[in-house]
């Protein structure tokens, strides 16, 4: 019997009402730069322009800054429960809103809007409903009979989840009592702005959180400023680097949650159905865009050809193309800069001698897009074994026991995620103790709820964000 073919399900945009051009939101209100600088905003499955953002400088970082500072004294000071109720109206705001800023965030980011609809909003809502209901239980967290908030907290965020990525970072931080300055990433500045509106629209106070759009001079501005009291970084090691070097020898408290190069290990009484769902959901998911991405497959030798059979015919079934329509498995790569770095790598894996495999795919004309891609034959020197890609690239290693998978899954710098797949509880309690990574799922991958910490060791950085663990970056203990 024929297959039923897929008819397009397009989400439509007109919920979305985009203004031509965008400020920065400083103390309560939208405001130019204060050189007049703007920059464009690009959908990637498209090419087309959005919007004009304002671009952040030096100056402006300060005016933000002295906002966040001005507000800490008024904010810090109300009653828990007072400032858990702004929370929890932001998280009530983004339910209601929640399709609108779903399809933004797919015009914006170019991930698929049933991600956007089904995991980013929910759990973005969620994590405001979590941090509001600890507001005024600080005292009973673990960290002392009476924690204070820290002050100013500079946050930068990267593209890949720019709401959840924000809720992360400003959801414990104002449960807290600290004040925010945010700084989203430049490719994708518009739900961050969209937010600020939500805070308007909740009633926050001025100057409680303040967004910046613009490009790595205001990061790096808005981190070194002399009066911020917390940093909290999510993205690259190399940037990670810098930010440490930055905050050295001052009292500024740090977090920061950078790359990763997990592995997903499959054992020979893994149920093999359930793990090539976890596979293609650990390294397909958001195009690959996942810092916690299981983008090193470990397969244990005796059912590595049942496990790479069943994983490309279950390749062969993703649809790759518009985000907005509901049927699209996997979208558009987020810039014409990350579909570089991808290709690259993915020539060194052939170059190296892997071989490479993906299902025939017709891609859009316009865009950046890349096709959902295998390589095995990989070996832990090739480059796309320890180099984190980004994107939709799977490398496939083998081994033969316990040991040798706890060997390989941690031969690597970073220290995030790992996942486990077998039937045997015995064995996933005995390698996930032996793993070296901050977040171990067990026979699933990529699951996420606000009660529990994520955060990672080396290179994949320090600090926890989620779950009680998350308040104590900004607390005083």
């Not at 400003?170 to 009592?177: E, M, Q, R, S």
Request: contains cysteine; hydrophobic residues 45%; glycine residues 10%.
């Amino acid at each position: 019997m024929a297959a039923f073919d897929y008819a397009p399900a397009p989400e439509s945009r007109a919920i979305v009402d985009l203004a031509p051009s965008y400020g920065l939101f400083i103390d309560g209100e939208f405001t130019d730069a204060a050189d007049g600088t703007s920059f464009k905003s690009v959908s990637p499955s498209s090419e087309e322009v959005l919007a004009e953002v304002a671009r952040a400088g030096a100056e402006d970082v300060d005016r933000a800054v002295k906002a966040a500072r001005r507000a800490f004294g008024t904010w810090s000071a109300l009653p828990g429960a007072e400032r858990g109720k702004y929370l929890f109206r932001i998280a009530r705001i983004l339910q209601e809103r929640s399709r609108e800023l779903a399809v933004l965030e797919s015009l914006d980011n170019g991930k698929p809007i049933r991600e956007t609809r089904d995991v980013d909003l929910p759990l973005v809502a969620a994590h405001f409903f979590y941090y509001a209901g600890w507001a005024d239980k600080l005292s009973y967290a673990g960290y002392g009979p009476d924690p204070r908030p820290l002050g100013v907290a500079a946050q930068v965020i990267p593209w890949n989840f720019p709401l959840l990525m924000l809720s992360w970072k400003i959801a414990p931080a104002l449960a807290a009592g600290n004040t925010v300055v945010l700084k989203p990433a430049e490719t994708t500045p518009l739900s961050a702005l969209f937010f600020a509106d939500v805070c308007r629209q909740a009633g926050l106070p001025r100057g409680v959180v303040n967004i910046l759009t613009g490009y790595g001079d205001a990061g790096a501005a808005l981190v070194a400023h002399e009066d911020v009291d917390k940093v909290a970084f999510t993205g690259s090691t190399e940037v990670g680097r810098a930010i440490a070097r930055t905050v050295a020898g001052t009292r500024k408290k740090v977090t920061l949650e950078l790359g990763g190069k997990a592995a997903n290990i499959v054992f020979d009484d893994a149920p093999i159905d359930q793990a090539v769902e976890g596979i293609v959901n650990g390294i397909f998911f958001n195009q690959g865009h996942v810092c916690c991405a299981g983008s090193r497959l470990l397969v244990q030798e005796s059912v590595q050809e049942e496990v790479l059979d069943a994983l490309k015919r279950r390749m062969s079934t993703l649809r790759v193309g518009d985000p907005l329509d509901k049927n699209t498995d996997i979208g558009a790569i987020n810039s014409a800069e990350q579909l570089a770095r991808i290709s690259e790598l993915a020539a060194a894996g052939e170059a190296e001698g892997a071989q490479r495999w993906a299902p025939a795919c017709e891609l859009p004309s316009a865009g950046y897009w890349f096709v959902p891609t295998l390589f095995t034959g990989v070996t832990q020197a090739h480059r796309i074994a320890r180099e984190e890609i980004f994107g939709p690239v799977l490398s496939v290693l083998t081994f033969r026991t316990p040991a040798e998978a706890v060997e390989k899954a941690n031969n690597t710098p970073y220290g995030l995620s790992a996942g486990i797949w077998t039937e045997k509880g015995s064995r996933i309690l005995s390698m996930a103790s032996k793993l070296r990574a901050g977040v171990v799922w067990a026979n699933t991958f990529n699951k996420f709820d606000p009660t529990s910490p994520f955060g990672g060791y080396k290179e994949s950085g320090y600090g926890r964000e989620g779950g009680r663990h998350g308040l104590e970056g900004y607390l005083d203990v």
